[in-house]
């Protein structure tokens, strides 16, 4: 079978070093039709990180070959086991909101540890300068939709639009070509959009430890239950949402307690970055300078949670 994850250590970039991840990722050979945004950037940047031995820090990257479009996260998908004991995947869904997402880089990086953040298009479109903080932290980017619809309900070319148009949208605010990783609003797939997906070689993320962080009602709640959760599975990929100002709150102390309990930190990265559609780079050109010119729309406009399992 094809191995599709390969790790490395990522204590070079810890310490400021020059690490793989610096280089360009390897050309792919687009098709004729995925011409859009995809120069030989990085998908990730590193940045350095005073050394600190009190820090989590990441103890390993590892790099997903998104050809055929991989699940992963067994709250859905379950062919690909790759994480060990102890290790844990963050993940920030629904941003880039100037505060709380800021907060949140600013807590990682005071324990020298990476996350994957699904960005909402239309946050993206408003507010490129948080996303590109997000980049430059190294942090890993990809895309949860524009408007946070749920897909599954959606007929498939409206679905496909959003999703092809957060790509274009994410590349463009992020500056930098992002990862072909994905995340359904709700967590709700469709076996056609699964196909879709598949098709674009983009990976589809579920979550194996899901914080339900916008109900819980306060920080202290949310760690707690976090970690009795991590508890229970000993290891997975964490969603949380960067929009929530309890997340914000309690990730200090949530990444003092992983680091207190022996977990490890994981980093995902993509062999290459995502292709965007030259047709859906056209679409968001206007898209994006509207959005940006008018982002004063209220977060609830934006982004409402609707159902008990975003
Ligand atoms: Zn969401």
């Known amino acids: 079978m094809r191995a599709i994850l390969a790790t490395a250590l990522i204590g070079a970039v810890i310490f400021g070093a020059p690490h793989a991840l610096n280089a360009a990722p390897k050309a792919k050979n687009p098709e004729p039709q995925q011409t859009g945004m995809g120069p030989a950037a990085p998908a990730v940047a590193t940045q350095s990180c005073p050394g600190s031995d009190d820090a989590l820090g990441v103890t390993r990257v590892v790099e997903i070959d998104t050809t055929g479009g991989p699940g992963f996260g067994f709250q859905h998908y379950k062919a690909y086991d790759f994480l060990n004991p102890k290790e844990v995947v963050l993940t920030f869904d629904d941003g880039p909101l100037p505060?709380?997402?800021?907060?949140?880089?600013?807590?990682?990086?005071?324990?020298?540890?990476?996350?994957?953040?699904?960005?909402?298009?239309?946050?993206?479109?408003?507010?490129?300068?948080?996303?590109?903080?997000?980049?430059?932290?190294?942090?890993?980017?990809?895309m949860h939709t524009v408007t946070h619809p749920n897909l599954a309900k959606m007929p498939f070319e409206k679905a496909k639009a959003e999703i092809e148009k957060s790509v274009s949208i994410a590349s463009r605010a992020a500056g930098v070509p992002v990862a072909p990783f994905f995340r359904f609003p709700f967590l709700k797939d469709s076996p056609e959009l699964l196909k879709y997906l598949g098709s674009r070689n983009i990976a589809v993320f579920s979550t194996d430890l899901d914080s339900f962080d916008f109900k819980r009602r306060s920080p202290k709640r949310l760690i707690k239950n976090i970690m009795s959760n991590l508890g229970r599975k000993d290891k997975g990929i964490l969603l949380m949402h960067d929009i929530q100002p309890n997340t914000a709150k309690a990730l200090p102390q949530l990444l003092k307690e992983l680091k207190a309990k022996g977990y490890k930190i994981v980093h995902l990265t993509p062999k290459a970055p995502v292709v965007t559609l030259v047709e859906y780079d056209k679409l968001i050109e206007k898209d994006v300078k509207g959005l940006a010119a008018g982002n004063q729309r209220p977060l609830s406009s934006v982004v409402r949670t609707i159902s008990g399992d975003q």
């Open 99 to 142: 505060t709380h997402t800021r907060t949140i880089l600013a807590a990682l990086a005071a324990e020298c540890v990476k996350a994957t953040f699904f960005t909402v298009g239309k946050l993206a479109a408003g507010y490129p300068e948080v996303l590109r903080q997000v980049v430059k932290g190294g942090h890993t980017v990809g």
